[in-house]
Structure formats: structure tokens, C-alpha cells
């Protein structure tokens, strides 16, 4: 499956061995992870809790992955979300390209990051010692996904 | 098309992250009464009417995403009977 969604960590490298597994063609592979940081805006966060929309996430991402492949010369890619209760340093996101040059793959890692964070219904709840609150979304976001 | 007076449509719903909890709810189903044909703004409208946390979250001005039968859509998007209507803050995944 090119994307999933699953509360379970992922294995980045067991990831791209599967993706780029018996394609000879791939001379280039290109890997993101998002991570949980401890600091939003000086606030110390014990936990972060990201929220899904079941059904429409798995479409939304499944079409951002189509339009990459289509926008860009890639062979492959791959995107796994993770959902639930999540700690600082723990994994959230993993987007992996397979190409057979590193430019277009570069480019269609970051081409399916902007779109994920600006059109993949998650939401993100930070736990801080003063309560919870939902992280809002960043203008410096759209302006990332504009530039395709 | 129907345009003749009654014509009802039948909606299901969803609320997500702040807005589930702002209004108290995961979804429900809402009947819209229109003459002709409505667009996903027009239930913003009924539901503003409300007043209390569905006034202030919808309020002109305040950032709301939609999607219609799980796919990103604008307030000007038109709707029909028996669609997935869900309203959202914007998304913040990644």
C-alpha cells in the first residue's frame, strides 16, 4: 500500500527496502521524517495527540501521491501517518520517494510533505503543563504548498 | 432537478478536533429546506443560526475547511441529498 495511516511506529528502513525492492531502475531515494519536538512556541509538550478524518485521510493522501507521481519523473512513493497518542522524539510522518535521479525525487518528497500538511485532514493536540489546546495551523504552510 | 417548493435535503454531518469538541459533537444529520440549489455555505448559515459555539466557530472571518463526501471543497460547492458534509478547522497533519 503506498499510504497508510496507523497508530503503530514505522521502520523507515524496512519502509524504502520494500519500496525500491526489484525496481533496477531507482538511483535515487529520498526520505522524509517528521518527528515530535518538545517545544511549540517555548510551551514544553509532554504529548501530542493527532486526530484523522477515517476514510477521507486514506483518499486525500492516496491523491496527493497520485498527483507526485504524475507532476514529477518518479518510479515510486510512499507516505505512513501515524494517529493517536504520540511523545516528544517519537515518529509521525514518513514520505519516501524512489527515483532514478535525485532531483525530481527531492522534489516530489517536498511536493507531497506541503500538500499532506495543508490537504491531509490531521489535526494535532498538544498536551502542556497549562492544559491542552489545538495547534493551529501555520500561514507559512499554504505559502509552502502555493509554490507547486 | 427539483426546484419546487420543499424541496429537502437530507445531510449527514461530521464535526473534527476542535470544532467535535466545541460543539459537543462528533456529526448529525441535518434537514435543509432549499428552492434551489444549495451550496455547503447555506448549512453554515442554519447552523450559525444557532447561536452559542456554532455562532462564534463559524463566525464570517473565522478559518473553516469543508469537505464534501471526504474531499476538499470551497463554501460556494454545491450539495445534494444524502451527502457527507464535514466542517473543520484547518489541518495541521505532518
Avoid at chain 1, 497549562?130 to 507547486?148: I, K, L, M, P, T
Wanted: aromatic fraction near 6%; hydrophobic fraction near 45%; glycine fraction near 8%.
Amino acid at each position: 500500500m503506498p499510504v497508510r495511516v496507523q497508530s503503530e511506529d514505522f521502520d523507515a528502513g524496512a519502509e524504502i527496502g520494500r519500496l525500491r525492492a526489484g525496481d533496477r531502475s531507482v538511483g535515487a531515494v529520498v526520505a522524509f521524517i517528521g518527528t515530535v519536538r518538545d517545544l511549540n512556541h517555548d510551551a514544553a509538550i509532554s504529548e501530542l495527540t493527532l486526530e484523522h478524518y477515517p476514510g477521507m485521510t486514506e483518499s486525500a493522501l492516496q491523491e496527493i501521491v497520485d498527483e507526485a507521481k504524475a507532476r514529477f519523473d518518479i518510479r515510486d512513493a510512499l507516505v505512513v501517518h501515524r494517529i493517536g497518542a504520540l511523545a516528544p522524539g517519537d515518529q509521525i510522518v514518513l514520505v519516501v520517494v524512489t527515483g532514478a535521479h535525485r532531483g525530481k525525487a527531492f522534489d516530489a518528497c517536498e511536493f507531497v510533505m506541503d500538500y499532506l500538511k495543508t490537504r491531509a485532514p490531521f489535526w494535532k493536540k498538544e498536551r502542556r503543563e497549562d492544559g491542552e489546546r489545538w495547534v493551529e495551523a501555520r500561514a507559512s504552510d499554504d505559502e509552502a504548498a502555493a509554490r507547486w | 432537478m427539483r426546484d419546487s417548493v420543499g424541496n429537502l435535503v437530507r445531510l449527514r454531518l461530521v464535526y473534527l478536533a476542535r470544532l467535535r469538541e466545541a460543539f459537543s459533537s462528533a456529526g448529525e444529520t441535518l434537514e435543509l429546506a432549499s428552492h434551489d440549489t444549495p451550496r455547503v455555505s447555506a448549512v453554515v448559515a442554519t447552523l450559525r443560526a444557532r447561536g452559542g459555539a456554532f455562532e462564534s466557530e463559524l463566525a464570517p472571518g473565522r478559518a473553516v475547511r469543508f469537505a464534501v463526501n471526504q474531499r476538499l471543497v470551497h463554501a460556494d460547492h454545491p450539495i445534494a441529498d444524502g451527502d457527507e458534509v464535514a466542517i473543520f478547522p484547518p489541518v495541521t497533519g505532518g
